[in-house]
């Protein structure tokens, strides 16, 4: 069995902000209380997280996750990498760095921001090894092995990278598919697709397009993630059908 797990499923500032500001959240509901956009795959003594948001640390304790073997990137964005130095202890740990997963161009942008996690220097030793994710891969330890399919979606001006795995897609930050890989998001059973707020937006899928991308995908089970302070839980919850449904922070899904 693979347990997926949304550690946080918030925007770039999650909700509340940094000031307090709820927006048009119920702050009485604690599924509005939103860190930003990572996740957390276990199959059986592999643990893979996608992307270390400045919440990770919290998340990783929130949720007792144990050890990190590989982490995937979506894209260089700081709500999704800048946490990237708490994988130090996970270092220690394993007493080896830990391989990263990211496209040719987020992995540079990587090794140049943050070059002492990759190089060492300083009196420090390298903590992460940079790997260009393929389009198919296979992550393993010991018995525990996942295959991976993975392509570049449309974020603004940037591309970001899609992951699909065992009938789980997970597109945090996406405003355009390209037609070429529809296929790849056929007959899922769970589509993870971002949703940042009812206005339309120049580099994330609103509500209405979020909706739109799960009726023509169909899978059985569409959760929309980083999500703004415009999108209550609850609101969400009365709008939208049966089988589309907003996440929250710890949301976890067995395949
Ligand atoms: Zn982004």
Redesign the pocket.
């Known amino acids: 069995m693979t347990k997926f797990t949304i550690l946080g499923c918030g925007s770039?500032l999650g909700s509340p902000w940094i000031t307090n500001y709820w927006g048009k959240l119920n702050r009485k509901n604690k599924l509005n209380i939103r860190t930003r956009c990572s996740a957390h795959i276990k199959k059986g003594d592999l643990s893979v997280i996608i992307d270390t948001s400045p919440d990770i640390k919290k998340q990783i304790l929130e949720n007792k996750i144990k050890n990190i073997d590989y982490v995937l990137y979506?894209?260089e964005?700081a709500?999704?990498t800048s946490g990237i130095f708490e994988l130090r202890p996970f270092f220690w740990k394993n007493k080896k760095p830990i391989n990263i997963y990211a496209d040719k161009r987020c992995l540079k942008v990587l090794k140049d921001k943050y070059d002492y996690c990759f190089y060492g220097g300083g009196g420090y030793t390298p903590i992460i090894k940079g790997n260009v994710t393929k389009n198919n891969f296979i992550l393993k330890k010991k018995n525990s092995r996942i295959k991976f399919k993975s392509f570049l979606i449309k974020?603004?001006s940037?591309k970001?990278s899609a992951y699909i795995f065992e009938k789980i897609a997970y597109l945090s930050?996406c405003n355009g598919i390209d037609k070429k890989n529809f296929k790849d998001l056929l007959n899922l059973k769970y589509l993870v697709i971002d949703c940042l707020k009812i206005n339309a937006h120049s580099?994330?899928f609103n509500l209405d397009q979020a909706i739109r991308i799960s009726l023509m995908l169909s899978p059985k089970i569409t959760i929309l993630t980083n999500l703004h302070t415009d999108l209550d839980y609850n609101f969400l919850k009365k709008i939208l059908p049966k089988n589309i449904i907003p996440a929250y922070d710890g949301i976890t899904l067995n395949v």
């Open positions: 770039s979506t894209h964005h709500d999704q974020h603004g940037i970001a930050d580099s994330h």
